[in-house]
């Protein structure tokens, strides 16, 4: 494979992780039923990736922003530009393993509830068993309050995309320096300078060999020497004149 279809490939494994990280975090991840006093009915808050895990579509924002950094960058900055990408991608990966658990669900269901009974059966959630529940979840069940894990698939979809956001980082901290890099007219200003005199160095050296090759001195001012070529051609003017006549 060669440098720049490298390069492409791992700017797209890195989107594809960032942007199902963010699409993931937007469903529902758990219910959680709050059993009120009769006759009341029991209450169900639904919870998204989003609420439970916050930092996963932060870092997701920050992996977009690192591949931009990548595309941008040469050399040293864009290796550490991949030491980043891949840290944010750990990082994603880390918060959905410590965060997503029942506790978490219930607290997070209570302060969107924002009422002292959800509050109450959010701190009473410690004694806990489990059991099955439908659509391919499973029901933890509290005291008074039960946390449905729901967003299983969404889950793993963070998991996966945080992977591939970490590889992506990986393979640009290894392999970046050898990637292409932007166009020189997309450099800043001193830059494009520096490109230009770089331009012109190559340009006059060239003209240096070509004037070589022809016996001619290059260090020669083009001007001195058309003056000392006068005379000599005003000499060869006269005795062409002279012969004519």
């Known amino acids: 494979m060669t440098a720049k279809r490298e390069y492409g490939l791992v700017l797209l494994i890195g989107a594809v992780g960032a942007v199902a990280v963010l699409l993931a975090v937007r469903q529902q991840w758990a219910r959680a039923v709050f059993t009120q006093p009769k006759p009341l009915p029991p209450q169900v808050v639904n919870v998204s990736g989003s609420d439970l895990v916050p930092l996963a579509g932060a870092l997701a924002i920050a992996a977009l922003a690192c591949l931009a950094a990548v595309i941008a960058t040469k050399g040293v900055l864009r290796r550490i530009a991949g030491v980043l990408l891949a840290l944010f991608g750990a990082g994603t990966g880390a918060a959905i393993m410590t965060s997503v658990t029942t506790a978490t ?96 160095r190559a340009l006059d050296a060239a003209t240096m060999w070509e004037s070589l090759n022809g016996g001619e001195d290059p260090t020669d001012d083009p001007a001195q020497v058309s003056a000392a070529d006068q005379p000599a051609r005003q000499a060869t003017d006269s005795a062409g004149d002279a012969r004519a006549q």
């Open 105 to 200: 669900v219930l607290s997070v269901a209570a302060s969107k509830v924002a009422s002292p009974e959800s509050a109450a059966i959010s701190g009473a959630a410690g004694s806990t068993t489990s059991g099955s529940g439908g659509s391919g979840g499973f029901v933890v069940s509290g005291s008074v309050g039960q946390a449905v894990m729901t967003g299983t698939p969404w889950h793993v979809a963070v998991l996966l995309g945080a992977l591939l956001i970490f590889v992506a980082g990986l393979a640009t901290a290894l392999r970046g320096p050898d990637w292409p890099v932007m166009s020189a007219r997309y450099d800043a200003p001193g830059a494009q300078d520096a490109h230009k005199q770089e331009r012109s």
